[in-house]
């Protein structure tokens, strides 16, 4: 893995996203539906105000439930709620020249799984603990078959 290469060589662009005024709801909704565990939280002008993670849905989910001792919870209250309310607001970012080294040093220093890449504040992308093992793999070496064949 070259730590050199740039974010934007591995990122991800095809991003789903949501507005803060979002429900609970619509995020679980999109995190089955989609298969994926962090969704970039954005304004109107595109421009990135959090991140909500399905670590966040399960955190609230556990602060209601010890609320009520462990008795049901107000789905209808929970669906209900908006994501401005349990996201994580002004997530830390990179920009799409910085360095993978840099995205896997802020990543592991700070235990994150996720981070958003902007351009002057403008989400372009999202680099994942996924992505980064992805990019680490194939860039491995290769041994060739002749290193592997009995003898």
């Given at each position: 893995?070259?730590?050199?290469?740039?974010?934007?060589?591995?990122?991800?662009?095809?991003?789903?996203?949501?507005?803060?005024d979002?429900r609970y709801?619509?995020?679980?909704?999109v995190?089955?539906?989609?298969?994926?565990?962090?969704i970039?939280?954005?304004d109107?002008g595109?421009?990135?105000?959090?991140?909500?993670?399905?670590?966040?849905?399960?955190?609230?989910?556990d602060k209601?439930?010890?609320?009520?001792?462990?008795?049901?919870?107000n789905?209808?209250?929970?669906?209900?709620?908006?994501?401005?309310?349990?996201?994580?607001?002004?997530?830390?970012?990179?920009?799409?020249?910085?360095?993978?080294?840099?995205?896997?040093?802020i990543?592991?220093?700070?235990?994150?799984?996720?981070?958003?890449?902007?351009?002057?504040?403008?989400?372009?992308?999202?680099?994942?603990?996924h992505?980064?093992?992805?990019?680490?793999?194939?860039e491995?070496?290769?041994?060739?078959?002749?290193?592997?064949?009995?003898?």
């Amino acid at each position: 893995m070259n730590p050199q290469t740039p974010v934007a060589a591995i990122m991800t662009t095809n991003l789903i996203t949501v507005h803060m005024d979002d429900r609970y709801s619509k995020v679980e909704d999109v995190f089955l539906s989609h298969n994926i565990h962090h969704i970039p939280v954005v304004d109107q002008g595109n421009k990135l105000v959090g991140i909500v993670s399905q670590t966040d849905m399960h955190k609230l989910l556990d602060k209601l439930t010890s609320k009520t001792s462990g008795k049901s919870y107000n789905e209808k209250l929970l669906s209900s709620m908006q994501i401005g309310e349990f996201m994580t607001l002004n997530p830390l970012v990179i920009e799409p020249e910085d360095t993978i080294g840099l995205a896997a040093d802020i990543i592991l220093s700070n235990k994150l799984h996720a981070l958003p890449v902007v351009d002057d504040g403008t989400l372009v992308g999202l680099i994942t603990n996924h992505d980064l093992l992805a990019f680490a793999f194939a860039e491995s070496t290769t041994f060739s078959n002749e290193e592997y064949s009995e003898t």
